[in-house]
C-alpha cells in the first residue's frame, strides 16, 4: 500500500493525509497521478498556455526593457476621440503607462465630445514645447483634423514637434502638411484602417528604440498576421490583403528618427 | 456530496471567468459611460489591479482545480474536465495576465 494516497486540501494545502481517491469505484483505488507530477501539470500547462498567447500576439517580449536615453528630454501627447466607452477605455490602459514610462512628461486627453479637449490640448502642447527640445504627438482619433489646434502656435514651437502618429482614416496625406508645420516625422493610414492592430506594434517597437521605418515595417507586419488571423478565423469574411490595403501605414519625414534622437 | 467537492472546483474555476468577463463589459461604462462614476485619473490603475487580481485569481483556482482532479480522480475523469473547464479558465487567465503585464509594460 502506498505510503501516502493524497492530498487533502481540508487540511490545508499541500498537506498530505492517508485518505484514498475520493472518487474511486471498487478495487480502482491506485492513485491517478504523484502529487508532484500532479503539481507539475497543473503549473506547466498554463505556462505553456502563457506560451501560446504570447505566439499568438505576434510580437516579442520586452521584458524589463529599458528606457532609451534622452527621456529628460521629450514629452508626449495623445488624444482619444469620442468612441465608445470600450475603445476610450482600451486605448488609455495601453498607452497611458508606456507615454510615462518613455517621456519626461506626458498629457492624454479622451474627448467626451467632438471639439473637446481643445483648449487643454493647445495649452499643453505649448507647456511641452517650451519645455521640451522634442514633443511626440499621438492622434488616437478616427479621420481627424487636430492640425487645425496647432496651427496658431509660434513657428519656433512649432518646430520643436517631432513625430507625430495619426490613427485616423484617410488622414495619410496630411503628412506633408504636418512637415510643413514643422514636425520631423509623420505616420499615417491611406483608407478605411484598422489602426489599432498597427498602433499596437508601432507604439511598443518604437518606444523601444527601433527607428520609424522599422517600427513602420513591424506595425505593418504585425498587422498583417493579425488581419491573416482574422480570415482564417472567420473563414474568409474579412480579407487580409483588401484590409492591408487600406491599413498600411507609412512614413514621411526622417524615417531614420529614434526616440533617443531629442534634436528637433 | 463532499466527496466529490473536488470535482466541483474545475467548473467552479471556469465559471469564475464570467467575473472578468463581467468586469470587462461594464468598466468602459463606469469610466468612460455617459454618466461616468469612476474619475479618469483612477481608470488606468483601477483597470489593470483589477484584471491582475482577476488573471492571479482564475490561474490559482484553474491549477488548484487541475491539481486535485489528478491526485484524487481517475483519469478518465481528470482529463476531458481539465480540458473542458481548466484550459479555458486558464487560457482567458494569461490573456488578462499578459494584458496586464503589456499595459504595465513590464514585457
Known amino acids: ?264 | 456530496m463532499k466527496r466529490y467537492a473536488h470535482l466541483l472546483l474545475a467548473p467552479a474555476a471556469l465559471l469564475f471567468q464570467t467575473l472578468p468577463g463581467a468586469f470587462l463589459y461594464f468598466a468602459p461604462t463606469l469610466a468612460f459611460g455617459k454618466k461616468p462614476i469612476m474619475p479618469e485619473s483612477w481608470v488606468w490603475s483601477v483597470s489593470v489591479m483589477s484584471l491582475a487580481l482577476f488573471a492571479l485569481a482564475g490561474l490559482a483556482l484553474a491549477c488548484a482545480a487541475s491539481y486535485l482532479l489528478l491526485t484524487r480522480s481517475r483519469r478518465f475523469v481528470a482529463i476531458p474536465l481539465i480540458f473542458l473547464c481548466c484550459v479555458p479558465a486558464w487560457l482567458l487567465s494569461v490573456f488578462y495576465l499578459h494584458g496586464v503585464l503589456v499595459f504595465l509594460v513590464w514585457v
Open chain 1, 1 to 264: 500500500m502506498p505510503l501516502l494516497w493524497n492530498i487533502s486540501l481540508r487540511k490545508g494545502f499541500p498537506f498530505v493525509t492517508d485518505q484514498p481517491p475520493q472518487d474511486t469505484i471498487g478495487n480502482h483505488t491506485r492513485r491517478p497521478m504523484r502529487p508532484g507530477k500532479a503539481l507539475a501539470v497543473s503549473l506547466l500547462l498554463p505556462c505553456l498556455l502563457y506560451g501560446s498567447v504570447v505566439l499568438l500576439a505576434g510580437d516579442r517580449l520586452f521584458v524589463f526593457s529599458k528606457t532609451p536615453p534622452g527621456r529628460e528630454s521629450r514629452a508626449a501627447l495623445a488624444i482619444r476621440d469620442d468612441v465608445i466607452p470600450f475603445f476610450k477605455w482600451g486605448t488609455l490602459l495601453f498607452t497611458r503607462q508606456y507615454l510615462r514610462k518613455h517621456y519626461a512628461e506626458s498629457w492624454y486627453f479622451t474627448q467626451a465630445s467632438k471639439g473637446d479637449c481643445r483648449e487643454e490640448f493647445a495649452s499643453a502642447l505649448k507647456q511641452a514645447l517650451e519645455n521640451y527640445p522634442a514633443v511626440d504627438l499621438y492622434l488616437l482619433a478616427h479621420t481627424n483634423h487636430y492640425i487645425r489646434w496647432v496651427k496658431d502656435l509660434p513657428e519656433e514651437l512649432r518646430s520643436r514637434i517631432r513625430f507625430v502618429y495619426n490613427t485616423g482614416c484617410h488622414n495619410e496625406p496630411q503628412g506633408k502638411d504636418w512637415l510643413a508645420l514643422g514636425a520631423d516625422a509623420y505616420i499615417g493610414h491611406p483608407g478605411v484602417s484598422e489602426s489599432p492592430f498597427f498602433y499596437f506594434f508601432l507604439l511598443r517597437h518604437w518606444l523601444h528604440g527601433a527607428t520609424l521605418e522599422e517600427a513602420l515595417a513591424l506595425g505593418n507586419d504585425g498587422m498583417h498576421l493579425k488581419f491573416r488571423q482574422l480570415e482564417w478565423t472567420t473563414f474568409g469574411r474579412f480579407q487580409a490583403e483588401a484590409l492591408m490595403k487600406e491599413s498600411r501605414a507609412s512614413v514621411v519625414g526622417d524615417v531614420g528618427l529614434r526616440l533617443g534622437d531629442t534634436a528637433p
